[in-house]
């Protein structure tokens, strides 16, 4: 999305540690009218794969996500990672090590809402090495249900996880995918 690689450029901003700070458009303050379009392009890209449910994880990849189930005219499911009493304690849990935190979290989903009739659409806003989508992967397996694929805003290609996940057969789009950021530049793919 050639679109997505502009902004990127324009109003991104690289920090210490590989970390490329969108939090002006994309996960803290939204850019409501470009979130739409990336969910016509998400929904566009899946159009054909049966999709009956959109999962994330909270919390960032929740506006995106929704954007994409809302033109997919589908459910859109967020993971949970703090302890809540407000969901059906009947749940199917992993563990996922976040890049950007620096920790693990148990993540849950009810079962009320991931089933074996589900063919599921997982979105995030980030895919560094992978470890939110294949606790995101797990869950859909857990409950039964079928993977169609992974949707990604911005997808950091030389920390390699979407290369393992699509290495796994498992199908990874991704708005725009960073080849480098070296010196306050950023090369894509």
């Not at 458009?25 to 929904?43: P, R, V, W």
């Not at 995106?64 to 997919?72: N, R």
């Not at 895919?127 to 249900?145: E, F």
């Not at 290369?163 to 057969?169: F, I, Q, V, Y």
């Amino acid at each position: 999305m050639k679109a997505l690689e502009e902004k990127i450029l324009k109003e991104g901003r690289i920090r210490d540690g590989n970390i490329l700070q969108v939090d002006n458009f994309l996960n803290h303050q939204i850019d409501a009218a470009f979130l739409i379009e990336m969910g016509k392009e998400i929904a566009r890209l899946y159009k054909d794969a049966g999709v009956t449910k959109v999962l994330t994880i909270e919390a960032s990849g929740i506006a995106i996500a929704l954007a994409a189930a809302a033109e997919m005219k589908v459910p859109m499911l967020f993971a949970k990672k703090h302890k809540t009493k407000n969901i059906n304690p009947n749940q199917y849990k992993t563990v996922v090590h976040s890049f950007t935190h620096g920790t693990d979290y148990d993540v849950v989903v009810s079962r009320d809402y991931l089933n074996e009739d589900d063919v599921v659409l997982i979105v995030d806003d980030f895919l560094a090495n992978g470890n939110a989508l294949k606790g995101l992967i797990d869950l859909t397996n857990q409950a039964g249900g079928t993977v169609a694929g992974c949707a990604i805003a911005i997808e950091k290609g030389f920390q390699g996880g979407g290369d393992a996940l699509r290495a796994e057969g498992i199908r990874v789009e991704s708005m725009a995918i960073l080849d480098a950021m070296e010196d306050g530049h950023i090369r894509f793919r």
